[in-house]
């Protein structure tokens, strides 16, 4: 019986996904799904990534987590439009949904907007599940998390464009395997690109 309920769940999200999907192409938005554990540098990456390109780029953050604001704190000295989620008001859910996405557009010109940065909530096992109507999904993995977290988490690995591999200047203290490491993610997803 959770099974079917389960299905129709997904179901129900896709749908959303799609609708959202076709604003985003009928308004030429680039969509970046951040997904990863916690602590694995989802924020330094976009924190970066924001100051790189806002120059030459409408940029828009959703910013997805269970309870505070301070991620968005972090990426307001950039001056762009950024819509918190915090999951907790609604239940508390470790990912974020279709339906989600769509009620932060209200909140945002898409007319202005190139790229839109979804920074979803930190977890490597429900995020994976929920299409939001994104571009890309990229998953940002530590070297701190160790060499197997692809083969743990499969599905998170799978789904994903881009694997960011972070904290790289950690590996030698932590004796990292960098190549096992890279091996495994090509193992679950052959088509996965690999950034350090």
Same mark, same amino acid.
């Given at each position: ?17 799609v609708e ?8 030429? #938005?680039?969509?970046?799904?951040l997904m990863?554990?916690?602590g694995?540098?989802?924020?330094f990456?976009?924190d970066?990534t924001i ?8 940029i ?8 505070t604001?301070l991620?968005a ?8 439009? #950024? ?11 470790c990912?974020?949904?279709? !339906?989600?996405i ?7 010109? !898409?007319?202005?907007?190139?790229i839109?940065f ?7 096992v ?7 109507g994104e ?6 993995l530590?070297? !701190? ?23 790289t ?6 004796? !990292? ?6 091996g ?10 690999i950034?350090?």
């Amino acid at each position: 019986m959770e099974i079917k309920v389960l299905k129709k769940v997904l179901a129900a999200n896709d749908k959303v996904a799609v609708e959202n999907k076709s604003v985003f192409d009928s308004e030429g #938005i680039t969509v970046i799904n951040l997904m990863s554990s916690p602590g694995s540098g989802k924020t330094f990456l976009l924190d970066k990534t924001i100051g790189a390109l806002k120059k030459d780029y409408g940029i828009a953050v959703i910013e997805g987590d269970i309870t505070t604001t301070l991620d968005a704190e972090r990426l307001k000295r950039h001056d762009v439009p #950024i819509v918190q989620i915090n999951t907790s008001d609604i239940g508390g859910d470790c990912h974020l949904e279709a !339906t989600m996405i769509n009620s932060a557009l209200k909140d945002i010109d !898409t007319k202005k907007i190139d790229i839109l940065f979804i920074e979803n909530v930190g977890n490597l096992v429900c995020p994976a599940e929920f299409e939001l109507g994104e571009d890309h999904k990229t998953v940002v993995l530590s070297v !701190t998390e160790g060499e197997d977290k692809p083969l743990k988490y499969p599905l998170m690995f799978q789904v994903c464009n881009w694997a960011v591999i972070s904290k790289t200047d950690l590996a030698p203290i932590l004796e !990292t395997d960098m190549a096992k490491l890279r091996g495994y993610l090509k193992q679950v997803n052959p088509k996965l690109e690999i950034f350090e």
